[in-house]
């Protein structure tokens, strides 16, 4: 199959399982968006699953590509640490599937497929473990650090944070204002005091 083909079937299938979720699209649907035949769509898929699978891997690929544009080895890795989570927070507003993913609700969709969603999702701490590392080579980050671990925690609050996003009230601005600067702290100095201040 043409890859240009292929890539439209892709777009298609995204744009329908992020406008009637999983369960309520169907590949007649899909091949009608993608004006192709049914049997075509087959050709790019085993499945519905394997073709949902394949959206969501082409989903985590962009969401990567997007905040890597923003890794600078000449920035200081803290200050890109805060600046992919920001412009990763936005790209997850705009891609319903992705969050599909990233909560796990792909997950209760695909329960066969939780190991090869788990892997899909390990993928969005590429850029974090990238700027991570960057930390630990410019001497910001403890030469120690247990990056992918790490980096999965970050995802965690990013992903918690994504939560809070939506929650409305009057102080919502400040709140999360607030809750940023708090949860940048906490990552960047911990909770001790470092023994060579406590001395001083």
């Not at 394949?54 to 990567?64: G, M, S």
């Not at 992919?84 to 969050?99: F, N, Q």
Request: with cysteine; hydrophobic share 45%.
């Amino acid at each position: 199959m043409e890859q240009a083909k292929r890539d439209g079937i892709l777009a298609e299938a995204g744009r329908a399982f992020g406008r009637f979720g999983f369960k309520k699209t169907s590949i007649d649907q899909i091949a009608k968006m993608a004006g192709v035949a049914k049997g075509t769509v087959y050709l790019a898929c085993q499945s519905k699953q394997d073709l949902f699978y394949q959206v969501l891997h082409r989903e985590v690929r962009k969401w990567i590509a997007d905040v890597s544009t923003l890794i600078d080895p000449r920035v200081p890795a803290d200050e890109l640490l805060l600046r992919s989570s920001e412009a990763g927070v936005a790209y997850l507003e705009k891609r319903p599937l992705l969050k599909t993913l990233l909560f796990g609700e792909a997950h209760s969709l695909l329960p066969t497929w939780a190991d090869r969603l788990d892997d899909l999702r390990a993928l969005g701490s590429e850029n974090v473990q990238q700027i991570l590392r960057l930390g630990i080579k410019q001497g910001r980050f403890v030469e120690d650090l247990d990056v992918a671990t790490t980096a999965e925690l970050l995802l965690d609050l990013q992903l918690a944070y994504f939560v809070l996003h939506d929650r409305p009230g009057a102080d919502h601005d400040a709140r999360l204002a607030r809750r940023k600067a708090a949860a940048f702290s906490l990552v960047l100095n911990g909770l001790r005091v470092r023994p060579d201040a406590a001395g001083a």
